[in-house]
């Protein structure tokens, strides 16, 4: 059973950076397909980033692409979302998520972290 576990959020203002990371636990993440996600109060659960388990595919939402990166470190079983040039329709919690194989495509996951909290400013 993969545990996730996220950090990093914040409250910061419209144009600050944030790192989010997410570690794992009980399982070896080197090859799963690793996501963040993202859900804002009263709005549904969305898609953000998503790493391939080789990391050399990815994927971004439209509203994120250019200002967010995702990377990964399998030596260390952990997801980094680098979050930049943040805007207060940002805020949410994110989520880091993980499935065995699959495509950064599709957004069906497995395991799923409890979240992190961004809050932005204006």
């Known amino acids: 059973q993969v545990q996730l576990v996220e950090s990093g959020g914040g409250l910061v203002q419209a144009g600050d950076s944030l790192r989010l990371s997410c570690a794992a636990s009980g399982g070896t993440l080197s090859m799963y397909t690793l996501g963040w996600f993202r859900q804002a109060p009263g709005k549904e659960r969305e898609f953000v980033a998503a790493?391939?388990?080789?990391?050399?595919?990815?994927n971004f939402a439209d509203s994120v692409k250019g200002r967010f990166t995702i990377s990964r470190e399998n030596a260390k079983n952990t997801v980094h979302l680098q979050v930049n040039s943040l805007k207060p329709e940002d805020t949410a919690v994110y989520h880091c998520?993980?499935?065995?194989?699959?495509?950064?495509?599709?957004?069906?996951?497995?395991?799923w972290g409890q979240g992190t909290q961004v809050t932005v400013s204006s």
């Open positions: 790493i391939s388990w080789r990391g050399g595919i990815t």
């Open positions: 998520a993980a499935k065995s194989g699959g495509s950064v495509f599709s957004y069906e996951y497995r395991y």
